[in-house]
């Protein structure tokens, strides 16, 4: 599978550039956190990428719809089981087990709130610190639908970082996509 063939697909079946941004802003979080862990960046990122791919035109069946559709581009099982346990304990009864489902699980709900921190900055991504989101992590009306609970889970099962290191790299790699998730 080629990256033009997941944003074909994830465009076919989700319509909204915000739900596009954040497919974007995930496939690079994966990306940087595959390069950490001597991964493949690639395979990572289109499962980043991909993470939502049923939600825009199935959202009542989101993580049950994508296998289905991830079988249209070739998707492998490993790939189609870390799209469906990224929703563990909301919308699916996935558990991540391997290192890229728990750094999918962990990212998904960071990546909302570093996006929703660079919205309300001037300079939006541009010097962004750790400093900047754990402030707006601690205002319970910010990004009011971000699961902070499931950041702390998820950073928690990955078992070699701690939450301000998950939260740097997240903001190094939603920074080198800046401008092209609407940032």
Same mark, same amino acid.
């Given at each position: 599978?080629?990256? @033009?063939? %997941?944003?074909?697909?994830?465009?076919?079946?989700?319509?909204?550039?915000?739900?596009?941004?954040?497919?974007?802003?995930? +496939? %690079? *979080?994966? $990306?940087?956190? /595959?390069?950490?862990?001597?991964?493949?960046?690639?395979?990572?990122?289109?499962?980043?990428?991909? &993470? @939502?791919?049923?939600?825009?035109?199935?959202?009542?069946? &989101?993580?049950?719809? /994508?296998?289905?559709?991830?079988? +249209?581009?070739?998707?492998?099982? @490993?790939?189609? $089981?870390? *799209? *469906?346990?990224?929703?563990?304990?909301?919308?699916?009864?996935?558990?991540?087990?391997?290192?890229?489902?728990?750094?999918?699980?962990?990212?998904? +709900?960071?990546?909302?709130?570093?996006? /929703?921190?660079?919205? *309300?900055?001037?300079?939006?991504? /541009?010097?962004?610190?750790?400093?900047?989101?754990?402030?707006?992590?601690?205002?319970?009306?910010?990004? %009011?639908?971000?699961?902070?609970?499931?950041?702390?889970?998820?950073?928690?099962?990955?078992? @070699?970082?701690?939450?301000?290191?998950?939260?740097?790299?997240?903001?190094?790699?939603?920074?080198?996509?800046?401008?092209?998730?609407?940032?």
């Amino acid at each position: 599978m080629t990256r @033009d063939d %997941a944003m074909g697909l994830l465009r076919k079946y989700n319509d909204n550039e915000h739900l596009i941004n954040h497919g974007k802003a995930v +496939e %690079a *979080v994966m $990306r940087e956190f /595959a390069s950490l862990k001597g991964e493949d960046p690639e395979y990572w990122g289109l499962v980043g990428l991909l &993470h @939502d791919v049923d939600y825009g035109m199935f959202p009542d069946q &989101h993580c049950k719809k /994508a296998p289905e559709l991830l079988k +249209e581009i070739g998707a492998d099982d @490993d790939f189609i $089981r870390a *799209v *469906v346990c990224h929703g563990y304990g909301l919308c699916s009864d996935v558990k991540p087990e391997k290192y890229m489902e728990k750094v999918l699980y962990t990212i998904d +709900e960071l990546t909302g709130l570093v996006y /929703a921190t660079a919205l *309300v900055r001037p300079e939006h991504m /541009a010097g962004m610190t750790v400093k900047s989101v754990k402030k707006k992590w601690s205002s319970p009306t910010f990004a %009011a639908g971000v699961n902070r609970d499931i950041i702390i889970e998820g950073t928690a099962t990955l078992g @070699d970082m701690e939450l301000p290191e998950v939260i740097q790299h997240t903001i190094d790699a939603m920074s080198k996509v800046a401008t092209d998730i609407g940032l």
